[in-house]
């Protein structure tokens, strides 16, 4: 006798999610619910950790953006130092921080969505992936992966390996830059900016076709938050938070992450794991923003380099005002994320304080309290953290963008559902543009070895009065 | 001074009197592994990875404290010796919290290399993940209990050759660790000289320069050597 059983919430690993899609009487989509079920306790089992270990502690949480959780964590550890880091080290953060948005972002691009606009959404899942890529086009995914190859390769040059390099330290930073890695780097930036501009021309060419999705893959008006330059320029690792709302009029500007708890509220509810932030003016849930690519160029006024410049242009041409709204438009805003992090590169590689030794300051426990941020290739990260006189570490909360994205990506499932689903029968295909509509997010759970091509998924469709009516796993 | 001759793993050695197992194969050229022993300080046969066997007696030896006898005939590697060798490498890890990727001294740690030594690629003992507390009191060092494996190097090298006697071995059993100024805070132990020969002894992370990030921890033990040795070798300067 065959007999299922169903292990939920499955905890521990990364990358595991639960739908839920709740229908009302009539049998349409009321709501429904993007549950994260795992745990895993990163801010519980710091307490009492030296504080000068948490940045190498805390890159472990995430193999594809350790890098994100290295600098904010420094970015915290110098300010619990009441340091100011040489100018060399802040440069050469910056330089880490762009290599790892691009390394990212070709990932998201290349490796886990373009399967989905290259090969087709009902197309079999089984070659829908990075190797049906390499099967239908080996040119182009030759290049993306070169491309993340290219940030990942910096990383390594800067902090001596590509995954959790322990480089960046409170007061700066471990070792500058190699005139080998420099040289490396100058002589790969050109098949770099190649490959982004390619894929940009790829992409803005399909969004032609692409209306329906753009149309239902989470598009709805939101508030924005990300980081901005001192005069509103595109922002990645310092500045200030700004929040616009989904015409891209300036809600709130000139915020300091010192203060995130003033205007950031954490809610919680019982059925995820994943917290829900939320702008606290508007309160809980009206108070739904989102971080990320698609945000930051919301947010800011312009980019500050000549070919990203022209292409925010475009996007915001094709958005059609200041803020894009459609979820789906994060693709797009990580392919110019790409070339605005490649340009910045160009200008770092030439600037000699790239290869300066002078980039750790130090000092001992100066502040007991601190808050730091950075914008992760996903969207603003904060590291707070508060110590003990001798700078052991006594509580710890980090606002992770996945978890600022939540409220945003239940939404772009209950909108895409209620568009796909109609009656108790989830239809095939659906659950691929469920996957999308989260993949635009790149959120972190899809992080793990699962997500070539799928993420383990478990849809339940649920009636007016509570009971199951359909079920679909994959995983 | 008389002279013992005998065999290890079957290599004819002649040496003096008094001499330990150890430093009998040391000067054949023999490798035993050891964690607890240090150059120039006390031998206390803690750790017990330098076992051996010698044929005639039949329970194990610990090669750092037994001294040469004539006519002894000594086995260091044995499967058997190599099968609790590992065991013991082990059940250290299973007995503190050993997080190597996020350690100061990952990559620079003698309990790591035993580890890969020995072929150890899991333990088979359950963890014990005791809760053990980390002491940063002292202005330039740290002491973390949960790397500790009790070899007691920094105990002896704080006593034998510092002459400060900060560090002693206090509670039992499993609640052994080790305590500063018969504990109390690192940093308000005025005995200690903050001389840094017990960050210099320790073969793990346990202690470390404060500020010391993943990795960082790199240690000079020539530097010890060179203290314990430089008079009788005639050498002023390093």
Redesign the interface.
């Known amino acids: 006798m065959s007999k299922t059983v169903v292990i939920d919430p499955v905890t521990r690993i990364e990358g595991h999610a639960k739908i839920s899609i709740f229908l009302d009487d009539a049998g349409e989509v009321d709501d429904a619910r993007f549950h994260v079920v795992e745990f895993r306790g990163f801010e519980k089992f710091c307490e009492g950790r030296p504080m000068s270990e948490m940045a190498g502690i805390t890159a472990r949480i995430c193999g594809i953006c350790p890098v994100s959780h290295l600098l904010a964590s420094a970015k915290t550890g110098d300010k619990i130092l009441a340091v100011k880091i040489p100018p060399a080290a802040d440069k050469l953060r910056r330089m880490m921080n762009l290599a790892q948005i691009t390394q990212s972002h070709a990932l998201s691009f290349f490796h886990l969505s373009s399967p989905d606009f290259l090969l087709g959404w009902d197309s079999d899942p089984a070659t829908r992936n990075v190797f049906g890529l390499i099967a239908a086009d080996a040119e182009l995914a030759r290049k993306g992966i070169r491309l993340r190859q290219f940030g990942q390769q910096i990383i390594e040059w800067l902090g001596a390996r590509k995954i959790h390099a322990a480089w960046a330290v409170p007061g700066g930073v471990r070792s500058p830059l190699s005139e080998e890695g420099r040289t490396w780097i100058r002589d790969r930036l050109p098949e770099s900016r190649n490959t982004i501009e390619i894929a940009l021309n790829l992409f803005k060419a399909m969004l032609d076709n692409l209306t329906t999705e753009v149309q239902a893959f989470g598009n709805f008006p939101s508030l924005y938050m990300g980081l901005v330059g001192k005069n509103g320029e595109w922002e990645h690792y310092d500045g200030h938070l700004r929040f616009v709302d989904s015409q891209g009029n300036v809600v709130a500007d000139g915020l300091k992450e010192d203060n995130y708890k003033d205007f950031i509220g954490e809610a919680v509810e019982t059925w995820s794991y994943l917290k829900f932030p939320y702008y606290k003016d508007l309160g809980y849930p009206d108070g739904i923003y989102r971080v990320g690519p698609l945000a930051r160029l919301n947010v800011c006024d312009y980019i500050g380099t000549p070919a990203a410049d022209k292409e925010l242009l475009e996007f915001r041409d094709r958005a059609g005002g200041k803020a894009a709204n459609s979820s789906f438009f994060y693709h797009y805003a990580r392919l110019v994320e790409i070339l605005a992090a490649i340009e910045k590169i160009e200008q770092l590689v030439e600037d000699p304080d790239v290869v300066s030794s002078r980039v750790r300051a130090d000092a001992g426990v100066n502040n007991l309290e601190a808050v730091g941020v950075s914008e992760a290739p996903r969207g603003t990260l904060f590291h707070h953290y508060q110590v003990d006189e001798n700078g052991l570490i006594q509580k710890v909360n980090l606002i992770i963008a996945t978890g600022q994205n939540n409220l945003a990506m239940n939404k772009t499932v209950a909108q895409i559902a209620k568009h796909y689903i109609h009656g108790n029968e989830i239809p095939e295909g659906m659950l691929n543009r469920v996957e999308a509509g989260i993949r635009a997010f790149d959120p972190c759970l899809s992080c793990s070895t699962h997500a070539v091509g799928q993420m383990p998924l478990h849809i339940e469709l649920i009636a007016a009065d509570g009971t199951v009516v359909n079920e679909v796993y994959r995983q | 001074m008389s002279v013992k001759t005998l065999k290890i793993d079957g290599k004819e050695i002649a040496i003096e009197e008094g001499a330990t197992l150890l430093q009998a194969a040391k000067e054949a050229g023999i490798r035993i592994p050891t964690l607890c022993h240090l150059d120039g300080i006390t031998d206390i046969g803690a750790c017990r990875l330098c076992l051996v066997e010698i044929a005639g007696i039949n329970r194990l030896l610990p090669a750092c404290v037994t001294e040469v006898s004539e006519g002894m005939d000594v086995q260091t590697n044995t499967p058997k010796l190599k099968e609790y060798r590992k065991m013991i490498i082990e059940m250290l890890f299973a007995e503190g919290n050993h997080v190597c ?2 350690c ?1 001294a990952n990559g620079n740690c003698e309990l790591q290399d035993l580890a890969i030594e020995m072929g150890m690629d899991h333990s088979r003992f359950p963890y014990r993940f005791p809760e053990r ?2 002491d ?2 002292h ?1 330039e060092f ?1 002491i ?1 209990h949960n790397r500790c494996v009790l070899c007691t190097r920094c105990v002896r090298v704080c006593d034998e050759i510092e002459g400060a006697h900060v560090w002693d071995v206090g509670f039992r059993g499993a609640a052994a660790k080790v305590i500063t100024g018969l504990n109390q805070p690192w ?1 308000t132990v005025d005995a200690c000289t903050s001389c840094g020969k017990c960050v210099e002894a320790c073969p793990t992370g346990a202690i470390f320069r ?7 921890m790199d240690r000079d033990r020539s530097k010890l050597d060179f203290i314990v040795t430089a008079r009788e070798l005639k050498q002023w300067t390093r």
């Open positions: 990727a996020v100061v507390d980390v940063v009191s202005d740290g973390d940093g404060k500020g010391a990030t993943v990795g960082e």
